[in-house]
């Protein structure tokens, strides 16, 4: 049986809402809601935050996560890419003598995944033979094929031609292919891709459709607003906590 380790980043710099991480929705730091739906999972064999923050670290362990080391803060910035902090992870736990065959990243802004979110999600990794990784993605609503970049006073079109050489931006929206963007919800994906090609992607990536607001993300203000709207009009679920609100 293959192990499994979760990833839970949670830098302590977040711009656009300061202290997002720890921020409380409805009556816990947001991060609560991630390290719950990953134990009751089931799916990981630990469950560890990658933090530059001691005190993020604190309400980490009150929630029942592990956080055995601490991100080194040129590992912790707003555009520090993914691979290096989970290189980071990965090589610490080993250096620990922690191995796991793969691991997921559970982003503490997606608090509406659900246990059965990620379970649905490894079983699809788990049972598809030759696959690097998975990612979640949902329905894209505006279609690359019709966006523009704009360079002073001239604008060319993102994706010039489409396979036939019809340009996208002169087509219809019924003849475009289906387009999916990735979400938040979740990635997995096995350790030796990082090893051998240092991504967290590798060459064979599976979709993982998410439902719902199983992949909604708290990126802004609005966003944080909208997901304490959605609690109210009990539009949305989070995942239950069964510690107590960290004091």
Not at 31 to 54: K, R, W
Not at 104 to 127: C, D
Not at 242 to 247: V, Y
Request: proline share 8%; glycine share 6%; net charge negative.
């Amino acid at each position: 049986m293959s192990s499994l380790v979760a990833l839970i980043p949670a830098r302590a710099g977040s711009k656009r809402v300061p202290g997002k991480n720890i921020r409380r929705l409805a009556g816990h730091p947001l991060i609560a809601y991630t390290i719950a739906a990953a134990h009751e999972s089931g799916v990981f064999d630990a469950v560890v935050v990658s933090t530059d923050s001691e005190d993020y670290a604190e309400i980490a362990r009150h929630y029942g996560a592990e956080v055995p080391f601490l991100r080194p803060a040129e590992l912790a910035g707003s555009l520090s890419p993914d691979i290096e902090w989970v290189e980071h992870a990965i090589l610490a736990l080993e250096n620990l003598d922690r191995s796991y065959d793969g691991f997921s990243i559970l982003r503490p802004t997606s608090p509406f995944r659900q246990v059965q979110t990620i379970q649905r999600a490894w079983h699809t990794f788990n049972t598809e033979q030759g696959a690097d990784s998975l990612r979640a993605v949902e329905p894209c609503k505006q279609h690359p094929g019709k966006m523009w970049v704009v360079q002073q006073r001239c604008m060319t079109p993102l994706l010039p031609f489409s396979p036939d050489g019809q340009p996208w931006h002169s087509s219809q929206y019924q003849a475009l292919p289906k387009i999916f963007v990735q979400n938040a919800s979740l990635e997995m994906a096995w350790t030796k891709v990082v090893r051998d090609s240092r991504t967290i992607a590798g060459e064979i990536v599976l979709p993982f459709f998410t439902e719902g607001h199983e992949g909604f993300d708290i990126n802004d203000p609005k966003d944080w607003r909208d997901a304490e709207y959605l609690l109210s009009q009990d539009n949305a679920v989070l995942p239950q906590v069964r510690q107590k609100p960290f004091a």
